[in-house]
């Protein structure tokens, strides 16, 4: 699945990587989506994604480290979407391979409720097999077939000294694991009684009859599962393909089909009702892009998860997010890089599009006759940023398109001009992120560049409230533009965060009704701090005119709300702050609305006299994970004196709201 040359080199997973399988299951074939993602927390952003997109995950560990940190990042992002998963511990061969400290970090570090389907027979080099706790058998892998060929037999052969004299190597296994009879029967007695426990439809039966069938141990597991009760573990080594087999099993088994995920939910674009759509074929048709891709020979590529209905090459679907039609030129099973055509996509399906040109990763598509905008993709912001330019003239030209393309791919790879130094800043989830981000403009795109740290400009904050208004009259001799703006600003409130990225949607909500009051809709920009409340009721300001006032209000922040006053530069970066907007915009034409709220905010700045200000800056640098904000002494438009270190590091970030 690893195909890519830097993945080979680093022997590390950097993209996703989708493929399809089939497996056969009980004489019953089934057909399995599979999407490889990272581990790096660099490439965080390909497990959220897929995540988003998948009905089940398994998540592998390490024998020996057990749960890491990473580990810890994936398990919330797959509680955040509500996964079911299924756990398997790798690496079983390895020295210092332990199972148990595995399942107990699993329950310390995760606070999930780990339940051992298998034990492994054998640790480190005489790991052989697994003991199955379910259908109380021995699966013991051929060494010379590599795992494509194993032995299954009754666990009690284990305890038979004549089948032990004959099988050296189940006998030193069993003497490595240290099982034996007693050992065996407690352990798999705990697990029946877990199992039952949270499952009400088999714990009258258990506490009755004290047994279960494997049938029904199965379908119990199940259940629990799907319900996010439980977690069944396995145990193996993909080198050797150990342990592979009964994985496969466990995924039909344990984890959910399509049919048995609710039904995704969606809001109607044309009357903001929710909308719900059905896993099935007569539903009407919608999937959402969760990501895109550049293709040599194809050109962009755009995979998408169908949820309902169908969809055949050559169709036109539409994009409800962007509200514009597009026709599917061709439609591509994936195999990682490799790439097979199909006629028609179904529901729970994955696949790719070629012939998509404005969508981007979030989209939603779907049958124009019954649009559905379905829940977007929440991304990180960038931690980390460095400054980019071309080594040759040559160069020069092809940088943007590949930046482009490149920004187009990935959700957490940014690109843009500092207006001060005029330096082009990339900007990315971690050195190792950028560093493959400069490696594939080389490879695939030809472009030589050198990288390097960011400078930094000093600018200010809003520390107290200001009001100013602000008119925008153009007259062009047509019907001219006209912009009328009354804008207050004020900092932001105090959270219990110290970095606003963590605050849940309920605290978002409650900070929205503190600064605005009850009613009214509101997003929130975690990259810019940007709360944005739109209170506008009966129709009072056109629709169509807030885009441009939200645009015209970005505009200024990206001005820091200053207005020529002194500044001060500084090796480093800083990133945008924010201030917060109240009261109305009057009738007026969409060019003069973004204008006039970008000349009151400016007026705003002005007043900060009576408001005050703050000099703050944001260093970053190569290995710095998080900016850093320093603080300098209060001032109005004097030059900041000696610089301190602020540890609440930038809490006095502004968010921005907009009343009728």
Same mark, same amino acid.
């Given at each position: 699945?690893?195909?890519?040359?830097?993945?080979?080199?680093?022997?590390?997973?950097?993209?996703?990587?989708?493929?399809?399988?089939?497996?056969?299951?009980?004489?019953?074939?089934?057909?399995?989506?599979?999407?490889?993602?990272?581990?790096?927390?660099?490439?965080?952003?390909?497990?959220?994604?897929?995540?988003?997109?998948?009905?089940?995950?398994?998540?592998?560990?390490?024998?020996?480290?057990?749960?890491?940190?990473?580990?810890?990042?994936?398990?919330?992002?797959?509680?955040?979407?509500?996964?079911?998963?299924?756990?398997?511990?790798?690496?079983?061969?390895?020295?210092?391979?332990?199972?148990?400290?595995?399942?107990?970090?699993?329950?310390?570090?995760?606070?999930?409720?780990?339940?051992?389907?298998?034990?492994?027979?054998?640790?480190?080099?005489?790991?052989?097999?697994?003991?199955?706790?379910?259908?109380?058998?021995?699966?013991?892998?051929?060494?010379?077939?590599?795992?494509?060929?194993?032995?299954?037999?009754?666990?009690?052969?284990?305890?038979?000294?004549?089948?032990?004299?004959?099988?050296?190597?189940?006998?030193?296994?069993?003497?490595?694991?240290?099982?034996?009879?007693?050992?065996?029967?407690?352990?798999?007695?705990?697990?029946?009684?877990?199992?039952?426990?949270?499952?009400?439809?088999?714990?009258?039966?258990?506490?009755?009859?004290?047994?279960?069938?494997?049938?029904?141990?199965?379908?119990?597991?199940?259940?629990?599962?799907?319900?996010?009760?439980?977690?069944?573990?396995?145990?193996?080594?993909?080198?050797?393909?150990?342990?592979?087999?009964?994985?496969?099993?466990?995924?039909?088994?344990?984890?959910?089909?399509?049919?048995?995920?609710?039904?995704?939910?969606?809001?109607?674009?044309?009357?903001?009702?929710?909308?719900?759509?059905?896993?099935?074929?007569?539903?009407?048709?919608?999937?959402?892009?969760?990501?895109?891709?550049?293709?040599?020979?194809?050109?962009?590529?755009?995979?998408?998860?169908?949820?309902?209905?169908?969809?055949?090459?050559?169709?036109?679907?539409?994009?409800?997010?962007?509200?514009?039609?597009?026709?599917?030129?061709?439609?591509?099973?994936?195999?990682?890089?490799?790439?097979?055509?199909?006629?028609?996509?179904?529901?729970?399906?994955?696949?790719?599009?070629?012939?998509?040109?404005?969508?981007?990763?979030?989209?939603?598509?779907?049958?124009?006759?019954?649009?559905?905008?379905?829940?977007?993709?929440?991304?990180?912001?960038?931690?980390?940023?460095?400054?980019?330019?071309?080594?040759?003239?040559?160069?020069?030209?092809?940088?943007?398109?590949?930046?482009?393309?490149?920004?187009?791919?990935?959700?957490?790879?940014?690109?843009?001009?500092?207006?001060?130094?005029?330096?082009?800043?990339?900007?990315?989830?971690?050195?190792?992120?950028?560093? @493959? %981000?400069?490696?594939?403009?080389? #490879? *695939? &795109?030809?472009?030589?560049?050198?990288? =390097?740290?960011?400078?930094?400009?000093? !600018?200010?904050?809003?520390?107290?409230?200001?009001?100013?208004?602000?008119?925008?009259?153009?007259?062009?001799?047509?019907?001219?533009?006209?912009?009328?703006?009354?804008?207050?600003?004020?900092?932001?409130?105090?959270?219990?965060?110290?970095?606003?990225?963590?605050?849940?949607?309920?605290?978002?909500?409650?900070?929205?009704?503190?600064?605005?009051?009850?009613?009214?809709?509101?997003?929130?920009?975690?990259?810019?701090?940007?709360?944005?409340?739109?209170? @506008? %009721?009966?129709?009072?300001?056109? #629709? *169509? &005119?807030?885009?441009?006032?939200?645009? =015209?209000?970005?505009?200024?922040?990206? !001005?820091?709300?200053?207005?020529?006053?002194?500044?001060?530069?500084?090796?480093?970066?800083?990133?945008?702050?924010?201030?917060?907007?109240?009261?109305?915009?009057?009738?007026?034409?969409?060019?003069?609305?973004?204008?006039?709220?970008?000349?009151?905010?400016?007026?705003?700045?002005?007043?900060?006299?009576?408001?005050?200000?703050?000099?703050?800056?944001?260093?970053?640098?190569?290995?710095?994970?998080?900016?850093?904000?320093?603080?300098?002494?209060?001032?109005?438009?004097?030059?900041?004196?000696?610089?301190?270190?602020?540890?609440?590091?930038?809490?006095?970030?502004?968010?921005?709201?907009?009343?009728?």
């Amino acid at each position: 699945m690893d195909w890519m040359e830097q993945e080979r080199e680093r022997g590390i997973t950097i993209t996703s990587a989708a493929t399809t399988a089939a497996w056969t299951r009980s004489g019953k074939k089934y057909r399995v989506n599979i999407i490889d993602t990272p581990g790096h927390v660099d490439f965080t952003v390909e497990v959220e994604r897929s995540l988003r997109v998948l009905d089940g995950t398994v998540a592998l560990f390490d024998a020996v480290a057990g749960v890491q940190p990473q580990s810890e990042t994936v398990w919330r992002q797959a509680d955040k979407y509500r996964v079911p998963r299924i756990a398997f511990v790798n690496k079983m061969d390895r020295v210092g391979a332990d199972f148990d400290y595995c399942i107990r970090s699993m329950r310390q570090r995760l606070g999930a409720h780990p339940v051992p389907v298998q034990y492994p027979l054998g640790k480190e080099d005489s790991f052989i097999g697994v003991i199955d706790f379910i259908e109380q058998k021995v699966i013991v892998w051929l060494e010379e077939t590599l795992g494509a060929k194993f032995e299954v037999f009754e666990v009690e052969k284990l305890w038979d000294k004549t089948f032990l004299a004959s099988r050296a190597d189940v006998a030193a296994a069993l003497k490595a694991s240290a099982i034996d009879k007693p050992f065996y029967e407690e352990h798999r007695n705990k697990v029946v009684e877990y199992v039952a426990e949270h499952d009400d439809a088999v714990l009258e039966k258990f506490l009755s009859e004290h047994t279960l069938t494997p049938e029904e141990l199965r379908a119990s597991i199940r259940r629990s599962t799907i319900a996010l009760k439980i977690t069944p573990v396995l145990a193996g080594s993909a080198f050797k393909n150990k342990g592979i087999q009964p994985l496969l099993d466990a995924v039909v088994d344990f984890l959910p089909s399509p049919l048995e995920v609710p039904p995704v939910e969606g809001t109607n674009p044309e009357n903001e009702e929710a909308a719900l759509r059905r896993a099935s074929d007569e539903q009407p048709f919608s999937a959402l892009a969760f990501k895109i891709m550049s293709d040599p020979f194809v050109g962009q590529v755009t995979y998408i998860r169908v949820y309902s209905g169908v969809l055949k090459a050559g169709s036109y679907v539409y994009n409800s997010t962007k509200r514009t039609r597009e026709r599917i030129g061709r439609l591509l099973q994936m195999h990682a890089n490799k790439r097979e055509e199909i006629d028609a996509v179904y529901a729970g399906d994955i696949a790719a599009c070629v012939g998509l040109k404005s969508v981007t990763t979030g989209d939603t598509l779907c049958d124009e006759s019954k649009p559905i905008i379905l829940e977007a993709i929440d991304f990180p912001a960038p931690v980390i940023s460095v400054a980019i330019e071309p080594k040759t003239k040559a160069d020069q030209d092809k940088l943007g398109t590949a930046l482009q393309k490149l920004a187009q791919e990935d959700p957490t790879f940014r690109v843009h001009t500092d207006p001060d130094t005029g330096q082009t800043l990339i900007s990315g989830m971690g050195e190792l992120h950028l560093e @493959i %981000i400069v490696d594939r403009m080389m #490879r *695939e &795109f030809n472009v030589q560049a050198s990288v =390097g740290r960011p400078q930094v400009a000093y !600018r200010e904050t809003i520390r107290k409230k200001a009001e100013a208004e602000g008119k925008y009259i153009r007259q062009t001799g047509g019907r001219g533009q006209y912009g009328h703006c009354r804008i207050e600003v004020h900092p932001l409130p105090s959270s219990d965060h110290e970095d606003m990225h963590e605050m849940s949607t309920d605290e978002l909500d409650a900070l929205a009704k503190q600064i605005a009051g009850r009613g009214g809709k509101w997003r929130f920009d975690k990259e810019h701090r940007l709360l944005f409340i739109d209170k @506008i %009721i009966g129709g009072s300001i056109p #629709r *169509e &005119f807030v885009p441009p006032i939200e645009a =015209g209000i970005r505009e200024a922040m990206a !001005r820091r709300l200053r207005d020529g006053g002194y500044r001060c530069r500084a090796r480093g970066r800083q990133l945008p702050r924010s201030g917060q907007l109240g009261n109305g915009v009057q009738d007026c034409r969409l060019d003069g609305v973004q204008r006039g709220v970008r000349k009151g905010l400016a007026d705003a700045s002005r007043a900060r006299h009576e408001g005050g200000s703050r000099y703050t800056r944001r260093v970053y640098a190569p290995g710095v994970r998080r900016p850093e904000c320093a603080a300098l002494a209060d001032s109005g438009h004097g030059k900041p004196r000696g610089e301190q270190r602020d540890p609440r590091r930038g809490a006095a970030c502004g968010d921005v709201r907009l009343c009728h």
